[in-house]
Antibody, heavy 121, light 113 residues
Framework: QVQLVESGGGVVQPGRSLRLSCAAS????????MHWVRQAPGKGLEWVAV????????EYADSVKGRFTISRDNSKNTLYLQMNTLRPEDTAVYYC??????????????WGQGTLVTVSS | DIVMTQSPDSLAVSLGERATINCKSS????????????LAWYQQKPGQPPKLLIY???TRESGVPDRFSGSGSGTDFTLTISSLQAEDVAVYFC?????????FGGGTKVEIK
């Protein structure tokens, strides 16, 4: 079955960097676009970024554009989120999620359990 | 950006009764070329990631009970739970996937009365 396992979260000081990973299994990773979505404690969902199945197309939320970079390694079945210049408002659980299908934008039909990022001095 | 507004913020419904959640988008998410509404609904239970319930505004994801239904078109959408069960206690989110940035509604918390 589809499995997505995030890692790399933790406590980091403002201005520092962190890289999240999402290991995928149970499906043909290279055939699907992938998303990062975050959720601040006790708050709603915020879409962060998407990458196409081949890595050639990427889109970002305005709140992270220029600071975060989404990437993927299809040979390793792994999705990444490089987060630079972190701010306290980036504190959230970060979920990776598989897009339902490729071709255009689509909802996320499988989600990981999330990894918590806390930005605090 | 397309703003998604959900109402109410929370509702309490008796077991077996109907629950109705509304979602309004700041611009139409109906694509004229394929006549599809790019609108999804998710359910999130405490401590769990979201789960996709409905896509294309009214298509149930595989395995989702038929007491969940979605309706609406253009800018106004509804998620209905026809007969609330105890396991339906959760927060429900709508999401548009018509344009990036993909945007979510603020969520509606459903509880048992």
């Amino acid at each position: 079955q589809v499995q997505l396992v995030e890692s790399g979260g933790g406590v980091v000081q403002p201005g520092r960097s962190l890289r999240l990973s999402c290991a995928a299994s149970g499906f043909t990773f290279s055939g699907y676009a992938m998303h990062w979505v975050r959720q601040a404690p006790g708050k709603g969902l915020e879409w962060v970024a998407v990458i196409s199945f081949d890595g050639n197309n990427k889109e970002y939320a305005d709140s992270v554009k220029g600071r975060f970079t989404i990437s993927r390694d299809n040979s390793k079945n792994t999705l990444y989120l490089q987060m630079n210049t972190l701010r306290p408002e980036d504190t959230a659980v970060y979920y990776c999620a598989r897009q339902q299908y490729s071709g255009s934008w689509a909802p996320a039909d499988n989600w990981g359990q999330g990894t918590l990022v806390t930005v605090s001095s | 950006d397309i703003v998604m507004t959900q109402s109410p913020d929370s509702l309490a419904v008796s077991l077996g009764e109907r629950a109705t959640i509304n979602c309004k988008s700041s611009q139409s998410v109906l694509y004229s070329s394929d006549n599809k509404n790019y609108l999804a609904w998710y359910q999130q239970k405490p401590g769990q990631p979201p789960k996709l319930l409905i896509y294309w505004a009214s298509t149930r994801e595989s395995g989702v009970p038929d007491r969940f239904s979605g309706s609406g078109s253009g800018t106004d959408f509804t998620l209905t739970i026809s007969s609330l069960q105890a396991e339906d206690v959760a927060v429900y989110f709508c999401q548009q996937y018509f344009f990036t940035p993909l945007t979510f509604g603020g969520g509606t918390k459903v509880e048992i009365k």
